[in-house]
């Protein structure tokens, strides 16, 4: 069992950045991939960025290269999304999620869900 918790979300300003962190707990060391996904309102939850926990390799959504970049500290059992370049596209709520076994941008093989953090970019 694992748990994510979602943090630093906020209010911005188009052009702003923004940094989001996901802190995990539990049985950690089961998580092979992390990533980040994103809801705005009366949309389909969307894929942002995936990173796997032992190599580091990441992958992105198109609309989010080169603006947005993730990372992880396995030390401290994180990752995170720097956000640059906001756009109010970008507004929605950011989750992070864990899986067990692939390098995906499928929801559907994603074990673990944090809460959400809000996500709002002012034109």
């Known amino acids: 069992q694992v748990q994510l918790v979602e943090s630093g979300g906020g209010l911005v300003q188009a052009g702003d950045s923004l940094r989001l962190s996901c802190a995990a707990s539990?049985?950690?060391?089961?998580?092979?991939?992390m990533g980040w996904f994103r809801q705005a309102p009366g949309k389909e939850r969307e894929f942002v960025a995936v990173i796997t926990w032992s190599g580091g390799s990441t992958s992105y959504t198109d609309s989010v290269k080169g603006r947005f970049t993730i990372s992880r500290d396995n030390a401290k059992n994180t990752v995170y999304l720097q956000m640059n370049s906001l756009k109010p596209e970008d507004t929605a709520v950011y989750y992070c999620a864990a899986n067990e076994r692939s390098y995906t941008n499928s929801a559907r093989a994603y074990d673990y869900w944090g809460q959400g953090t809000q996500v709002t970019v002012s034109s």
């Open positions: 539990g049985r950690t060391f089961r998580i092979y991939t």
